[in-house]
Structure formats: structure tokens, C-alpha cells
């Protein structure tokens, strides 16, 4: 049974930090990732990571976001710093199996708020 279980939202002002956290249990996957979804807008890429720690960032968070993974703890974490309020959406951690097929699953989602 897969799971992909987020924490660490919350409440901040704008220049504020928050560190996002997913732990996973049910499989072993290949990439990782973060994406955002705010009210009334398409579900975004954020940060994204191979299990051999090549990243890819949106635009966006360059510089201010850093996503890294914890393989021994089976656990993906984005840091985020500098948030602004555009930031402020659903935050869902995503992970990829590719055997015995390529699927994605996602976490329920944790929410950032950023204050101006």
C-alpha cells in the first residue's frame, strides 16, 4: 500500500522559511517532487528530485526553495525561504514508481499561507 503523507505547512510572513516534509512507505520510487495548487489555478510544478539527486526547480522558486530526499528515511523535504505571498497555495508532494509500471501518486497536501 502506498502512502505519501505531508507536513510542515502553516502560517508565515512574507521573507519568512518553512520546511515542507513527505514521508512515503509502500514503495520504492524513482522521482520525487513538490508541486502547489492555488485556489483556482491548475496544480503546479515546484521542485522536483531523482533518487540520484539531480533537481529541477520552476522559475519561480529558484534560489529560494531547495528540495532534497532522505532515501534511508524514505522522506522528501522542501525547504522554502524567501516566501512571498504569491507562494501562498496547497503544497502536495508526488512521488514516481517505474516498475512494474511508471505511476504517480500524491499526498493529501499541506497548506502555505504567506502573509504580505
Known amino acids: 500500500q502506498v502512502q505519501l503523507v505531508e507536513s510542515g505547512g502553516g502560517l508565515v510572513q512574507a521573507g519568512g522559511s518553512l520546511r515542507l516534509s513527505c514521508e512515503t512507505s509502500?514503495?520504492?520510487?524513482?522521482?520525487m517532487g513538490w508541486y502547489r495548487q492555488a485556489p483556482g489555478k491548475q496544480r503546479e510544478l515546484v521542485a522536483t528530485?531523482?533518487?540520484?539527486?539531480?533537481?529541477n526547480y520552476a522559475d519561480s522558486v529558484k534560489g529560494r526553495f531547495t528540495i532534497s530526499r532522505d532515501n534511508a528515511k524514505n522522506t522528501v523535504y522542501l525547504q522554502m525561504n524567501g516566501l512571498k505571498p504569491e507562494d501562498t497555495a496547497v503544497y502536495y508532494c508526488?512521488?514516481?514508481?517505474?516498475?512494474?509500471?511508471?505511476?504517480?501518486?500524491w499526498g493529501q497536501g499541506t497548506q502555505v499561507t504567506v502573509a504580505s
Open positions: 508526488n512521488a514516481v514508481t517505474i516498475i512494474p509500471t511508471r505511476r504517480i501518486y
Open positions: 528530485l531523482t533518487r540520484g539527486q539531480s533537481t
Open positions: 509502500g514503495s520504492i520510487f524513482s522521482d
